[in-house]
Nanobody
Framework: VQLVESGGGSVQPGGSLKVSCTAS????????MGWFRQSSGNEREGVSS????????YYADSVKGRFTISRDNAKNTVYLEMNSLKPEDTGMYYC???????????????????WGQGTRVTVSS
């Protein structure tokens, strides 16, 4: 399984950014996906996740109303659209997927088994 993130960059506070993750080596349309982030000196935290159908989504309280997760199963890609970005959103953003496909919504790091290398997001004026 390979997960490749892209779309990170630098943006000013209040700005927007959309990161993507393309997966290979798995039946993408059978696997829930998630986004995590880690900033310097902090533990990795869950940001958002989406079921294999896209019908169920989870957001951390810190990003609710600002971030939107989506997926395109035809492109084996999951997206995280980030609006109203704050300096505290700065960090390395990781894409992850579960070991086994299934109709559930994973929300914790322990639920995920495969990880990408990350894409860096910097929010600064």
């Amino acid at each position: 399984v390979q997960l490749v993130e892209s779309g990170g960059g630098s943006v000013q506070p209040g700005g927007s950014l959309k990161v993507s993750c393309t997966a290979s080596g798995l039946r993408f349309d059978e696997h829930a996906m998630g986004w995590f982030r880690q900033s310097s000196g902090n533990e990795r935290e869950g940001v958002s996740s989406i079921s294999y159908t896209g019908d169920s989504v989870y957001y951390a309280d810190s990003v609710k109303g600002r971030f939107t997760i989506s997926r395109d199963n035809a492109k084996n890609t999951v997206y995280l659209e980030m609006n109203s970005l704050k300096p505290e959103d700065t960090g390395m953003y990781y894409c992850a997927t579960v070991f086994e496909g299934g109709a559930y919504l994973p929300t914790t790091e322990a639920d995920f088994g495969y990880w990408g290398q990350g894409t860096r997001v910097t929010v600064s004026s």
